[in-house]
């Protein structure tokens, strides 16, 4: 260990532990600082919220029940998924990762005494546990005054919703590290935001509940990664099943299985980009 | 020296149009040095449109008819509603960034050039990818405007223009009053959002399926209801399903003028109440 390194890092064996604590903290209090933007946020996706129940409260008028869901599903859905929108981040803002690989900053990073994929998720989750606190709670509870949500009763099950939220998180973060690590390939990664913010919403089923799709298009967007961003947390709110059945355990599973996949890629990625690319000059 | 002062006249008036333009000019040719870029942004922004006009189709696929609307009428007041808002956020969408201008002091250089400062903040990094946007939703338009039973009049087709026109006009000073907000509080940018890219998404479904409060609110205090809902009303001949008089299908063009001029008194509003950050 270096001993440049402040005393409280000298320990061997907790100081990778003890820099992500550290990194996911200051990534918390970092978005404490916007409160107005924060509440703009809370204030449109509320708006959004309405606007989109409004919508599936005219169409489960006309047509009472589409494919298992009623209307009270599709507006929880509908709440559901606003409320994700800040901690997921999947229609932005891309993480400043991409901004360094272009500059070159991204060689700063690497010569971090920790991983670059850890570093920059213990950043990304205080984002995201500060976003659950302050956006997604008041959005749900807004939902709940205006509509007739179908939100769990139990203790438990909020257990199982909050570990659904969790790992959709992880799974959100995995793509879009992957986004951004293909920075080290093509420099420029607007581009590959420009078509995955706007897919990955439609597969999370945050533009309309996966099950109103066709059910080809709706089978396979539900096997895809995104739709352990939003659409199966939903099914944990609501108690339903997901794509593999056995309630809550089945979309649990494939939420695990796909963000265990995902880092193990955007780490294999990362090691890939290391050794064979230059980084840019600063 | 009659003739003089008339140039003089037309000068002030010709002259903000024109800075626009070669503003606007001089950034196009800017993005067109990346050429791929601009490309698949363009391709980016022209999905987002799209999926958007899917979304709608699913939606009447599923309800057959929505508020008396059919799936082709439907279309029709997503496509308007679209094209009306695609062809204000290419022209004035940049205004939403005015708090970036405002924080960094970018704001004090437009102030002290020549050229109108509304000009210059509506024309910076002009992007052209939001024609995108505007593509899907004139194609979108045109096959509902074909597949809709409208019983064509001279009338109708003089009017189509205008109530485009007008729609756009009313689109672009929501923009611009939203952004004027944030002359008072810089980082708002957020909250009118959920009136400007909210009104869009409010607009693309036929108006009654909303409150009463809320069609009462964007007919009467933002007039979003005259962006598409009103036009696609008068073109089918349909009578208000939400009780509203008939009369106000053909505001549209009083619309836009009235909502241009509040625009423009919040613009001047916020200008002199802005102080500059000192930076």
Sequence with gaps: MPDFLPCTFRNRDSFPVRVYTEVYVRGLRRRSTYRAATLGGLFTNTVFGCINAAVMLALFAARPEINGYDAEDAVTQVFVCQALLGVVAVMGPPLELGERIRSGDVGTDLLRPVSLLGWWLAEDLGRASFNLLFRSAPILGAGALLFDLRLPGEAGRWLLVLTSVALAALVSFALRYLYEVAGFWLLDTRGVWAVMGVFGPVAAGMLIPLPLFPPGVSDVLRTLPWASIAQIPTEIVLGKDGLLGEGAAGGLLLQATWAALLLALGAWATSRATRRVVVQGG | ?279
């Excluded at chain 2, 057959?64 to 059919?70: K, N, R, S």
Aim: aromatic share 8%; with cysteine.
């Design chain 2, 1 to 279: 020296m009659a003739d003089t002062s008339f140039r003089q006249a037309a000068d002030s008036v010709l002259w903000p149009l024109r800075s626009y333009l070669l503003l606007a000019r001089t950034w196009m040719r800017a993005q067109a040095q990346y050429p791929v870029s601009l490309l698949l942004t363009a391709l980016g922004t022209g999905l987002a449109a799209v999926s958007e006009i899917l979304a709608v189709l699913v939606v009447f696929d599923h309800a057959g008819v929505l508020a008396g609307f059919t799936v082709a009428e439907g279309l029709l007041l997503a496509g308007t509603a679209n094209l009306a808002f695609g062809c204000a956020d290419l022209l004035m969408g940049a205004v939403e960034r005015l708090g970036v201008h405002i924080r960094a002091g970018s704001l004090d250089t437009m102030l002290v050039r020549p050229v109108p400062p509304l000009v210059q903040l509506a024309t910076d990094h002009f992007a052209l990818r939001r024609l995108g946007k505007i593509v899907p939703a004139a194609v979108t338009t045109g096959a509902a405007l074909h597949l809709c039973d409208i019983d064509w009049t001279l009338g109708k087709v003089l009017m189509l223009p205008v109530l485009l026109v007008s729609g756009t006009a009313v689109a672009a000073s929501v923009w611009v009053a939203g952004a004027c907000v944030q002359f008072f509080a810089t980082d708002s940018r957020d909250a009118a959002n959920s009136l400007t890219y909210g009104g869009q998404a409010l607009t693309e479904y036929p108006l009654a399926i909303y409150a009463k409060e809320v069609v009462l609110a964007v007919t009467f205090a933002v007039p979003l209801a005259f962006v598409g809902w009103q036009p696609v009303l008068y073109l089918l001949d349909r009578p208000d399903p939400t009780g509203l008089p008939d009369a106000l299908r053909l505001a549209p063009p009083l619309v836009a003028l009235v909502s241009c001029a509040a625009a423009a008194l919040l613009w001047r509003l916020g200008l002199r109440h802005y102080r500059s950050t000192g930076s």
